[in-house]
């Protein structure tokens, strides 16, 4: 089978066209396409299916086998990939996720914005234990024996952004994993640590559910931004600094959608034996 290897700010992926490959177990073989010592090594596999025109169908696999509804760093490793392997013209297509429609525009500096449509608010859509119609902005629970208030929202998958004084004082590889799989979260949550520098700027770190630690993470950026909108830590317009570099996220008044831009690249490319 043949790959290609592409990375947002670190968080990388094996890409594959699906169109050629289309009886591949994907999620069954996921976890040894990506281990770093056995396989190719990255944080998911992600496949790719013409559905004619401009519309694709994006499938992402994450590291531990299982498959996740949306990656924002993998829709603009998509939209390149799309454009440079020629599988339509033009520079902005329409992505097919199991969390909704997604829209990457290449820009002429070869960055890419990716319309990631508007966030999901209340518990039933997040999902999140408690009342459906009900926000979960500034929930207070306990994990790892302490205790902790974040903002929970879905950006077609779901987070938690808890925001911390001092960003170098949390305990990632230990409260994540707790977090990620706290009984409020039904199907688990991806958990973003972040500290405020300015009204446009923050610092965030990432505990992806089904990865583990990843150097940046797309959605959470997108999730950080609408958490301090709402809570009025932050302006609408903010970098988000990661552990892989700089994200830039607008969560726009005029339509609610949140738009993310950043950089993606190929790294190398190969063929899977099995």
């Known amino acids: ?128 234990a408690g009342e459906p119609d009900e926000t979960a902005l500034e929930l207070r629970f306990e994990a790892c024996g302490k205790k902790f208030t974040g903002t929970a929202l879905s950006m077609g998958n779901p987070h938690i952004v808890i925001f911390v004084p001092d960003i170098n004082n949390i305990e990632l590889g230990e409260w994540g994993p707790q977090i990620e799989r706290h009984e409020l979260f039904p199907r688990k949550a991806n958990v973003e640590f972040v500290e405020v520098l300015s009204p446009q700027l923050v610092r965030m770190r990432v505990w992806e559910r089904g990865c583990g630690i990843t150097m940046a993470c797309g959605t959470g950026s997108c999730a950080a931004t609408v958490a301090g909108t709402l809570t009025g830590r932050t302006g609408r317009n903010i970098s988000v600094l990661l552990d892989g570099g700089e994200l830039h996220i607008e969560y726009s008044e005029k339509d609610n959608h949140v738009y993310m831009t950043g950089p993606a690249s190929e790294v190398f490319e190969g063929e899977i034996s099995s």
């Open 1 to 128: 089978m043949r790959f290609q290897k592409w990375q947002g700010l670190g968080n990388d992926f094996v890409v594959v066209n699906a169109d050629k490959y289309a009886d591949f177990d994907f999620a069954g073989t996921a976890r040894k396409i990506c281990d770093r010592h056995f396989g190719v090594g990255a944080d998911g596999v992600v496949t790719v299916r013409a559905l004619g025109g401009h519309a694709f169908e994006m499938r992402i696999y994450n590291s531990d086998g299982t498959e996740t509804e949306m990656c924002g760093n993998a829709t603009r490793c998509v939209g390149l990939y799309i454009r440079e392997n020629k599988l339509a013209s033009g520079r902005e297509f329409q992505l097919h996720t199991r969390g909704g429609i997604v829209k990457p525009l290449i820009l002429e500096n070869g960055r890419v914005r990716v319309d990631m449509g508007e966030p999901r608010l209340t518990r039933g859509e997040i999902p999140v």
